[in-house]
């Protein structure tokens, strides 16, 4: 089983529109979350972190569930500029490294 | 903004011959890593270093691939004898704090073919 599993998408959105990704992870050491962006080529960029309670940056919402391992981030009113792969990226308790889902695509059309 | 900085940014190189990455991380920080991604595929860890030694690495970072610090201020990962396989992206990363996704920073990469 993958350690962190994301649907691959496309995700195809028109401007405005609300779009849900998921994510699940397999490890219950798992100790922080996040999502992450990445444009075509480029480096990952931290988007935002994923906390128990739940929290919202601006058009961004992420939610955590601990007991189904699962986490999931809704954006708002998307925007052109919203087009990217969405990563889920889990930290596991006691390591050094993140783990990186495969990523979401999401194209946000005219 | 502080900046990792990767040199170079793209490097062609014949199968078998040595290649090496070089970083600069952001100047107070005390940890430093190393990622790659395959075309296509997604972002795996390959090696952490922390007060001159490793303090963590994966399974892909086999003998093949060595990391240092030579001089206080580059981070440079080695590469002894290239396959086609480790055509990737490479990207040094590094953070103030021992990892955590909301305060390390990714250099924009190092894109590595061996042909």
């Known amino acids: 089983r993958k350690e962190v599993e994301q649907d691959p998408g496309p995700f195809n959105v028109p401007e405005g529109a609300t779009v849900a990704f998921n994510c699940t992870y397999s490890?219950?050491?798992?100790?922080?979350f996040f999502w992450y962006r990445q444009d075509c080529r480029k480096e990952p960029k931290l988007l935002m972190s994923?906390?128990?309670s739940g929290n919202e940056d601006g058009r961004f919402t992420a939610q955590l569930n601990r007991a189904s391992q699962y986490i999931s981030l809704l954006i708002r009113d998307s925007k052109l500029s919203d087009s990217a792969t969405y990563l889920c990226?889990?930290?596991?308790?006691?390591?050094?490294?993140?783990?990186f889902g495969s990523g979401t695509r999401l194209l946000v059309r005219p | 903004e502080p900046e990792v900085t990767q040199t170079p940014s793209h490097q062609v190189t014949q199968m078998g011959q040595e290649v090496i990455l070089r970083c600069v991380p952001i100047?107070?920080?005390?940890?430093f890593y190393w990622y790659r991604q395959i075309l296509g595929q997604k972002v795996e860890f390959l090696v952490s270093?922390?007060?001159?030694?490793?303090?963590?690495k994966s399974e892909i970072f086999d003998d093949q691939f060595s990391v240092e610090r030579p001089d206080g201020s580059n981070f440079t990962l080695k590469i002894r004898s290239t396959k086609l396989e480790d055509s990737a992206m490479y990207f040094c990363?590094?953070?103030?704090?021992?990892?955590?996704?909301?305060?390390?920073?990714f250099g924009e990469g190092s894109w590595l073919t061996v042909v």
């Open positions: 990363a590094s953070s103030l704090d021992r990892s955590s996704g909301n305060t390390i920073y």
């Open positions: 490890n219950s050491a798992s100790q922080s």
């Open positions: 994923v906390y128990s």
């Open positions: 990226v889990v930290n596991l308790e006691s390591s050094y490294k993140l783990i």
């Open positions: 100047s107070n920080h005390l940890y």
């Open positions: 270093f922390y007060n001159n030694e490793i303090s963590e």
